[in-house]
């Protein structure tokens, strides 16, 4: 794994709190740095928080990761500012990682992960750690065993002749 993919920000809910702190100890215990959105000025180690972090912090912690990680929650796909987010990441080619915690369905992926996402897996398990070192381009259901179907989307070709 390259030195910036190491650096990881997550983007929770703040009624995630405690799964994202247990996440991110197993994480740094690995030898992941982690930063949290939305982002306060703080680092989950507790570092001072900046006065007046807001949007503009939030996108250079994105530009310092390697990674995006969205925990996929009840409500998630609602969150102010997600999608935002998930589609600044994907505009710096950052990888997009989305994790099941605390109950989190299908119904609850943000529309910009529906379009971005690279792998998608359950917490707690250690297949995680395989998408986040980009081992795994899975979608998995919310038990974490299924892998999740492809799905059928239309596709426009721009004018090209459409193959038959």
């Not at 910036?4 to 740095?33: M, P």
């Not at 912690?61 to 589609?87: K, M, N, Y």
Request: net charge negative; glycine share 10%; with cysteine.
């Amino acid at each position: 794994m390259s030195g910036e993919a190491k650096n990881l920000v997550i983007s929770h809910a703040c009624r995630d709190d405690a799964v994202l702190h247990e996440l991110a100890a197993h994480l740094e215990t690995r030898g992941f740095v982690v930063r949290s959105l939305p982002f306060d000025g703080a680092s989950l180690s507790g570092a001072a928080a900046e006065p007046g972090a807001n949007e503009l912090s939030s996108c250079s912690s994105i530009d310092w990761a390697g990674t995006l990680v969205v925990l996929i929650a009840p409500g998630a796909r609602v969150r102010a500012g997600i999608d935002s987010e998930i589609e600044y990441a994907e505009r710096r080619r950052k990888r997009i990682v989305g994790v099941y915690v605390g109950g989190g369905q299908e119904a609850d992926l943000p529309a910009g992960f529906q379009k971005y996402g690279a792998a998608l897996v359950s917490w707690p398990s250690e297949r995680v750690l395989d998408a986040l070192d980009g081992e795994l381009n899975t979608w998995f259901e919310p038990d974490g065993k299924t892998p999740v179907q492809e799905r059928d989307i239309e596709r426009f070709t721009c004018g090209e002749p459409v193959p038959e």
